[in-house]
């Protein structure tokens, strides 16, 4: 996983978005183990005090759980995973749209402009 944080939010807020996308695009699989609070902090270049804030974060949404001996591990909950995933792409689709129209496009500019740009995208894959 790549670990990119930016300035405008505080770091654990974005670890907790960060391991979301990790869990909704497969990265970690449903069931899977984590690895520990000292492995993923040292990973993602952090205080093991922020990422386990992160991690309880994600704990108390139902996403991780844990247990007692053995660690945390990814919810097998595949509805609320898809659930998630839904959320984060309303969250960007929200995001862009807000940008376009900032940019001064009207919503059927930006549909052709977001259409081109996926099109262009499967040419170069």
Request: charged share 30%; net charge negative.
């Amino acid at each position: 996983m790549i670990w990119t944080f930016k300035d405008d939010r505080p770091i654990y807020s974005q670890l907790v978005d960060l391991i979301k996308i990790g869990i909704v695009s497969s990265e970690w699989q449903p069931g899977s183990k984590l690895p520990s609070v000292r492995d993923l902090a040292e990973e993602a270049g952090v205080n093991p005090n922020t990422m386990q804030r992160a991690l309880a974060d994600l704990e108390r949404d139902g996403l991780v759980y844990s247990k007692r001996t053995s660690g945390r591990y990814i919810t097998e909950d595949n509805d609320m995973i898809d659930s998630v995933r839904k959320a984060i792409a309303a969250e960007n689709i929200s995001s862009f749209i807000d940008s376009m129209k900032k940019l001064g496009f009207t919503p059927q500019e930006a549909l052709e402009a977001f259409k081109s740009a996926v099109e262009g995208g499967e040419r170069n894959e």
